[in-house]
């Protein structure tokens, strides 16, 4: 498992502008489109609490998840961690 997933719709503008922000830095993360795939859906509603897109699921290094919604917060969080 990637320790970033990214919950999203393929035609969702905001989870687009999501998946142009995790290509131009060389991230490994799984992308799951929750629109698509009842597993994926209950995964988002399971452990993020809603039914939302773009959610960023990271998994810490104590085994521990954490979900964020809002594609600009992503972006920040992924610039302030993985910018070179």
Not at 7 to 15: D, G
Not at 54 to 82: H, K, T
Request: proline letters at 5%; charged letters at 30%; aromatic letters at 8%.
């Amino acid at each position: 498992m990637s320790p970033l997933t990214l919950y999203q719709h393929k035609a969702c503008p905001f989870c687009v502008k999501m998946r142009r922000a995790i290509k131009r830095q060389p991230l490994a993360t799984e992308t799951r489109d929750n629109k698509r795939c009842d597993t994926a859906r209950s995964e988002l509603v399971a452990g993020g609490g809603r039914l939302k897109v773009p959610c960023l699921r990271i998994e810490e290094a104590s085994g521990e998840s954490r979900w964020m919604y809002e594609s600009g917060d992503i972006i920040r969080y992924l610039e302030g961690r993985f910018a070179g």
